[in-house]
């Protein structure tokens, strides 16, 4: 993630030509596409506590690292929790 940048709506650039040594040039990224004004607030209390299960811990760290998925930390974090925190 070092060779990535986030903008302010979450869409990540990536630059391909590191030079980073042991760097691998292609990576898999999941995204979550969410409406932020459901006007069912049960499915907008739903979807974000999907998406905040999914930063979390327990899912990210505890479920994921296992499967050999890398977990955000840092700044990209902070951006996706920034950005759930808009679901309503």
């Given at each position: 993630m070092?060779?990535?940048?986030?903008?302010?709506?979450?869409?990540?650039?990536?630059?391909?030509a590191?030079?980073?040594?042991?760097a691998?040039?292609?990576?898999?990224?999941?995204?979550?596409?969410?409406?932020?004004?459901?006007?069912?607030?049960?499915?907008?209390a739903?979807?974000?506590?999907l998406?905040?299960?999914?930063?979390?811990?327990?899912?990210a760290?505890?479920?994921g690292?296992?499967?050999?998925?890398?977990?955000?930390?840092?700044?990209?974090?902070?951006?996706?929790q920034?950005?759930v925190?808009?679901?309503?």
């Amino acid at each position: 993630m070092s060779q990535a940048t986030i903008d302010a709506n979450g869409i990540m650039s990536f630059d391909y030509a590191t030079k980073e040594a042991g760097a691998y040039t292609l990576g898999i990224v999941s995204y979550m596409l969410v409406d932020t004004a459901y006007t069912d607030k049960t499915k907008a209390a739903a979807v974000k506590s999907l998406a905040s299960f999914i930063l979390s811990p327990a899912c990210a760290k505890d479920k994921g690292e296992a499967l050999g998925f890398s977990t955000l930390d840092g700044a990209f974090l902070k951006k996706a929790q920034e950005l759930v925190a808009k679901i309503g």
